[in-house]
């Protein structure tokens, strides 16, 4: 993979809250001789945050 740029947005609709993440790659292959693969592949994993926010309810 030659170069990757994520930019990720939050938007909150009501209740909901939507993640929006937007994914650009490009990729490159050589060979002289056989064949080549150039592949775009992406692995995103979302985690939930824990304690980042502590509410205090009494």
Same mark, same amino acid.
């Given at each position: 993979?030659?170069? +990757?740029?994520?930019?990720?947005?939050?938007?909150?609709? @009501?209740? *909901?809250?939507?993640?929006?993440?937007?994914?650009?790659?490009? #990729?490159? @292959?050589?060979?002289?001789? @056989? *064949?080549?693969? #150039? +592949?775009? #592949?992406? *692995?995103?994993?979302?985690?939930?945050?824990? @304690?980042?926010?502590?509410?205090?309810?009494?």
């Amino acid at each position: 993979m030659t170069r +990757s740029n994520v930019k990720s947005y939050r938007y909150r609709v @009501g209740k *909901n809250q939507y993640i929006v993440i937007q994914i650009r790659q490009t #990729a490159k @292959g050589y060979a002289d001789i @056989g *064949n080549v693969l #150039a +592949s775009n #592949a992406v *692995n995103i994993q979302i985690m939930k945050q824990k @304690g980042r926010r502590a509410s205090r309810r009494r």
